[in-house]
């Protein structure tokens, strides 16, 4: 493809989504940045949050983890419906019935105010790191296979996404957001979607070929019966019910769109939606993984070294032109899908949660939009400085590590929300920060050693339900019984 045709393909998506912001953010307020005025349609909702949680990670990623994990990740795909019910039946209710903006607030209401800036302090470090990883990820793909060849440097190219992500969020928020979420899922299903069907017709399969050649390839292996491997079938499904509920029920970025929605009936309606969405979709891109290899296989193309690369090379340097753009504005989106909620999320969370500028009265509507503002972009200039580090680190294990701890402070949220919801007790307040941080530690230990002290036993995604665990029992141990704080 020739540059100007890429360039010319990226501003006019850009540019849509420019179009977007500009009718979703007319007469905007604060109210509307953080809530979108509460009247999104649900439909709306649940299809943007599809693209939202697949990101760029399950673009990318999940296709080439095919090649060594096989069909594996779909048994934690099918985990993700209890906790979305668990999310529709137990956590939604919590969240309308108090009429919350920021979901932490439950945390003042319920234990105190150093609870509350624990859990929200959780969820901002671990957003901000996920979301760098998860835009690194994407933007480097683009850097080597784009615009390396135009001889653009990667701080450019970041500096171009991070301030385009900037502007056309910086008046609608979140009510932007539940729209630009609609294009990003289309074009990223689209992008798998032409890429299988080329290959599909390279390789002249009827589509019950195509289904009986990766059935009988060894990437449609599901079902992990070791249990002490990783991927272990009950492990993996369980692990994806407790996933669910903290990096859905339990993270501002996506709860922030749920809570857009103008009732509770309309909120769980999405939440059912997307979750048996996510079945399919899931399916499709795994599917998509296995083809990628056969098709490599049958026409001698190398696999990279990095899986990662599978993907980018068979669309961008082996099929035509328009499989190529397709495949790139997939890559665009996966990269804005990753970074525009985020960016909202972690404003909305740092404004309410640490300034508190839905509790101070004294603050006029025009000083807390100032205020808001220049959280938005400390903000989008803190991402951008993290997916700079990750370039600067250019350690593919350190990186993974550092998005591992990242998902380590979910495990704290799910034992703080747990233990509000399911107990009556009374915590220590200004104890809770010592056992929410004692608690990944102990399980980062518990991780690098769970093979040596239990014969062979790996811990994997049920490293999270441990955590949340410890976090429980660390909470009780600090709590005594009483009737539980109800009111700010």
């Not at 393909?9 to 953080?34: C, D, M, P, Q, W």
């Not at 920060?433 to 994997?460: E, H, M, R």
Request: proline share 2%; glycine share 8%; net charge positive.
């Amino acid at each position: 493809m020739h540059p100007l045709t890429i360039l010319s393909v990226f501003i006019a998506y850009s540019l849509t989504l420019f179009v977007i912001a500009g009718i979703t953010g007319r007469k905007s307020t604060n109210k509307t940045y953080f809530t979108g005025n509460r009247n999104s349609p649900w439909y709306v909702v649940a299809y943007g949050m599809i693209g939202a949680s697949l990101s760029g990670v399950t673009f990318i990623s999940i296709p080439g983890e095919v090649g060594t994990s096989g069909f594996s990740y779909m048994v934690l795909v099918l985990g993700y419906l209890l906790g979305y019910a668990f999310i529709a039946r137990v956590l939604l209710p919590v969240y309308y019935g108090r009429n919350l903006t920021s979901i932490y607030t439950y945390l003042d209401q319920r234990f105190g105010r150093v609870t509350y800036k624990t859990g929200s302090i959780f969820f901002l470090i671990s957003r901000s790191i996920g979301s760098a990883f998860r835009v690194f990820l994407v933007v480097n793909v683009l850097q080597i296979f784009v615009f390396d060849q135009w001889g653009v440097p990667f701080v450019v190219n970041v500096a171009m996404f991070i301030g385009l992500i900037l502007i056309y969020t910086f008046r609608g928020g979140i009510r932007t957001i539940v729209w630009t979420d609609t294009l990003q899922t289309t074009f990223m299903i689209a992008a798998v979607l032409v890429s299988a069907y080329i290959i599909f017709s390279e390789l002249n399969f009827t589509v019950g070929s195509m289904f009986h050649e990766i059935k009988d390839s060894r990437y449609s292996d599901m079902f992990i019966m070791d249990i002490n491997d990783k991927r272990f079938f009950l492990k993996q499904f369980f692990s994806g019910t407790f996933i669910a509920i903290v990096m859905t029920g339990l993270d501002q970025d996506m709860m922030q769109k749920n809570l857009t929605c103008r009732n509770l009936k309309d909120a769980k309606k999405n939440i059912y939606m997307m979750s048996w969405a996510l079945i399919p979709v899931n399916f499709l891109f795994l599917s998509m993984g296995a083809l990628l290899y056969i098709y490599a296989a049958k026409t001698g193309i190398a696999i990279p070294a990095r899986t990662d690369d599978l993907f980018p090379v068979i669309a961008l340097q082996h099929h035509g032109a328009f499989a190529g753009i397709i495949f790139l504005i997939g890559l665009v989106a996966a990269a804005y899908s990753s970074a525009d909620g985020s960016i909202t999320a972690l404003t909305t969370a740092f404004c309410i949660d640490i300034l508190g500028i839905e509790r101070n009265k004294l603050i006029s509507e025009k000083q807390s939009s100032k205020t808001r503002k220049t959280v938005h972009i400390s903000i989008a200039i803190l991402l951008f400085l993290l997916i700079l580090l990750f370039r600067a680190i250019n350690d593919q294990s350190v990186i993974n590590k550092l998005f591992t701890i990242a998902g380590y402070t979910y495990g704290p949220l799910l034992g703080l929300y747990s233990f509000g919801l399911f107990t009556k007790r009374i915590t220590r307040d200004k104890w809770v920060p010592l056992v929410a941080i004692l608690s990944p530690v102990l399980c980062y230990f518990f991780s690098q050693n769970s093979a040596i002290w239990f014969d062979g036993y790996k811990i994997g995604f049920e490293l999270l339900i441990i955590n949340g665990l410890i976090t429980f029992f660390g909470l009780l141990i600090i709590s005594k019984s009483g009737s539980q704080k109800t009111t700010i």
